[in-house]
C-alpha cells in the first residue's frame, strides 16, 4: 500500500483544527474544549493500544490535553494539528511504558477475561458461528498488535488506521520516513506471522 491521500474532507478538517488552535492560542476555552471533543475518541484508541490498559489511556489523554493547553501560546500551524497532538501523546504513552515495575496485561474489548471463551448463544445458526469467528479473529489481532514493539505497534497504528501519511508518522514519532515505511512493513508481517500461527 502506498502513501495515504489527503482527501478534500480531511483537508477541511485539518484547516479547522488549526482555525480552532489558533482560537485556543487567543484564549477562547470553547475553542479548546471543540478540539478535545474531535480528537479525545482517536487518541484515546491509539493510547489503549500503546499502553493496553483503559484506565491510564483516559488519563493519557487528559494529560495530552493539558500540555496542548499549556502550550497553546506557542503552537505554529506549520504542521498539522494532529501530528503535534499525537507526538505529544506519544511521548506520554513511551514515558508510561517506561515506568519501572508496570504490568502490561491483555484485556479484551469488553473487559471480560481474555481466556474466556465466548458465551454461548443459542442456536447454532451462521450468523451466530460468524458472531462468534469475528470476536476471536479480533482477539487475535488485538492480541498480535500488544505483542508488536512500541515502534511498530505506534507506526502501524498512526498510519493504517489514523490515517497520518508517513511523513506525519516520521514526524510523530522523531524518525524519518524511510523508517516509518520499515516500520510499517516489519508490524505488518509480524502480525500476518502471528495470526498465521495462532490459526
Known sequence: MGEPKVDGPALDAAKEDVRLMLACRAGDDV????????WSSPLLRYLERMVGDAAAAEELVQETFLRVHRARERYSPDARFSTWLYTIANHLALNELRRPHR????????????D??????A???PRAEEAIDTRRLGSAVEQALSQLPERQRAALWLTAVEGLSYAEAASTLETTEKSVKALV???RSALADNLHSGA
Open 31 to 38: 475553542a479548546f474544549g471543540a478540539l478535545f471533543r474531535r
Open 103 to 114: 504490568h502490561r496485561e491483555h484485556r479484551s474489548a469488553d473487559g471480560d477475561d481474555a
Open 116 to 121: 474466556r471463551e465466548p458465551l454461548a448463544l
Open 123 to 125: 442456536g447454532d445458526s
Open 185 to 187: 512493513h516489519r508490524a
